[in-house]
């Protein structure tokens, strides 16, 4: 299932290793609407890496380099989370920044009501992940979807502040597992399986 780009070593092997994390993935309207908000941010925010318009997507779990082994349990896991909730709707309705707008480090739009089949779904995707070994995440899940990161923190508060609230639905209807390539120009995702919600198989 999952293609090999790099090295790495697990009891004293080698044996080939992926960057992946489990994500929802936008329509591309949604993207094209995001992307445009992005450019507004662009031309009052100085020193942000900017997510390129086709990377931006909805966060449930960073997984790190992971051995291939993992692969299969991987896509288990993800099925049988996916099954666990129906289609659903994100409405992102507000801009925010993490960890705070005073202070910074990345700037994002999401929903300001909470989702419970976010919730739900992220629930299923951790405790899956923990019972295969991985750590526990210690920051609590929220849906956000990544405009910019800044390396040097800044005061955003009245740039977000002075921001017209968004009004994008995203509708949901599957769990990506994807991977990504650290590459100089920005990372590469590459959809390595996808999960319908409610059940069943997408092509990826
Ligand atoms: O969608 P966001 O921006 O919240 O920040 C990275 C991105 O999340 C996060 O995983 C997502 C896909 O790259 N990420 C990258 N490295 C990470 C790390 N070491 C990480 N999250 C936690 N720990």
Same mark, same amino acid.
């Given at each position: 299932?999952? =293609? ?7 009891? !004293? ?23 445009? @908000? ?8 100085? !020193? ?22 993992? =692969?299969?349990?991987?896509? !288990?896991? !993800? &099925?049988?989370?996916? #099954? ?13 920044? %993490? ?12 929903? #300001?009501?909470? #989702?419970?089949?976010?919730?739900? @779904?992220? &629930? &299923? ?8 070994? %991985? ?28 921001? =017209? #609230? /968004?009004? @994008? ?12 390539? @650290?590459? /100089? ?17 997408? =092509?990826?």
């Amino acid at each position: 299932m999952v =293609a090999c780009t790099g090295g790495g070593r697990y009891g !004293g092997a080698i044996i080939a290793s992926v960057r992946l994390f489990y994500c929802l993935e936008l329509p591309d309207p949604v993207r094209d609407d995001l992307a445009r @908000l992005s450019r507004e941010f662009q031309l009052r925010i100085r !020193g942000g890496s900017w997510v390129a318009p086709g990377n931006l997507h909805v966060t449930l779990r960073f997984l790190g380099e992971v051995g291939e082994e993992l =692969a299969a349990s991987l896509a !288990g896991l !993800g &099925q049988e989370a996916a #099954s666990r909730v129906e289609s659903f709707g994100l409405f992102l309705d507000r801009f925010g920044a %993490f960890p705070h707008p005073g202070r910074a480090r990345v700037l994002w739009v999401g929903p #300001s009501q909470d #989702s419970a089949p976010f919730a739900i @779904l992220a &629930q &299923q995707v951790e405790e899956g992940v923990q019972a295969l070994g %991985f750590p526990p995440e210690r920051r609590l899940a929220h849906p956000h979807v990544t405009l910019a990161r800044l390396r040097i923190p800044q005061d955003l508060a009245a740039v977000i502040g002075g921001a =017209a #609230s /968004p009004a @994008l639905h995203a509708r949901v209807d599957a769990l990506t597992l994807m991977q990504s390539e @650290l590459r /100089p120009k920005g990372p590469l995702y590459t959809p390595v399986a996808r999960w319908a919600l409610g059940g069943g198989h997408r =092509a990826v």
